[in-house]
């Protein structure tokens, strides 16, 4: 048992960083999308630098505002440090004034989480390192 055991629990842990990764790329995308249709619905603001903008930010969503767009789940917005990661990840975004936002997407915990880091911007373009560092927009591009 002990030696079936020792096989299967790396490759099982494997498999989970990858289904963690995975969501991660489809949060990313999620929140591109997101930031996208936030940007076009209101054009005086632009793209917004705060993921709790683009939920319902305890608010109704009977009609969306500025600050509670509606545009992702509530679980999504929260998973901002490494405390509160949505599979295993979190999510850094920021407004740039040349890239229109940028979005980091961390490893709550490196190595067992998640070995992959990623980066987004108003591009849409996912982006991602595997050596531990932070992914920027020289990173290769997910495939």
């Not at 683009?54 to 509670?68: E, F, Q, V």
């Not at 992959?116 to 992914?135: E, Q």
């Given at each position: 048992?002990?030696?079936i055991?020792?096989?299967?629990?790396?490759?099982?842990?494997?498999?989970?960083?990858?289904?963690?990764?995975?969501?991660?790329v489809?949060?990313?995308?999620?929140?591109?999308?997101?930031?996208?249709?936030?940007?076009?619905?209101?054009?005086?603001?632009?793209?917004?630098?705060?993921?709790?903008?683009?939920?319902t930010?305890g608010?109704?969503?009977?009609?969306?505002t500025?600050?509670?767009?509606?545009?992702?789940?509530?679980?999504?917005?929260?998973?901002t440090?490494?405390?509160?990661p949505?599979?295993?990840?979190?999510?850094?975004?920021?407004?740039?004034?040349s890239?229109?936002?940028?979005?980091?997407?961390?490893?709550?915990k490196?190595g067992s989480?998640?070995?992959k880091?990623?980066?987004?911007?108003?591009?849409?373009v996912i982006?991602?390192?595997?050596?531990?560092?932070?992914?920027?927009?020289?990173?290769?591009?997910?495939?």
């Amino acid at each position: 048992i002990l030696i079936i055991a020792a096989i299967a629990i790396p490759n099982l842990l494997r498999s989970r960083i990858a289904v963690n990764e995975a969501s991660a790329v489809g949060s990313m995308r999620t929140i591109n999308t997101a930031e996208t249709t936030y940007n076009s619905t209101y054009p005086t603001i632009g793209y917004t630098g705060t993921l709790v903008n683009l939920a319902t930010n305890g608010g109704s969503c009977a009609t969306p505002t500025s600050t509670t767009a509606c545009l992702i789940d509530d679980t999504l917005s929260k998973a901002t440090t490494a405390a509160t990661p949505k599979s295993g990840f979190y999510f850094t975004l920021t407004a740039s004034s040349s890239l229109g936002y940028t979005l980091l997407g961390t490893p709550a915990k490196a190595g067992s989480t998640g070995v992959k880091n990623f980066y987004t911007d108003g591009t849409a373009v996912i982006r991602y390192t595997t050596d531990g560092s932070a992914a920027a927009v020289t990173s290769p591009s997910i495939q």
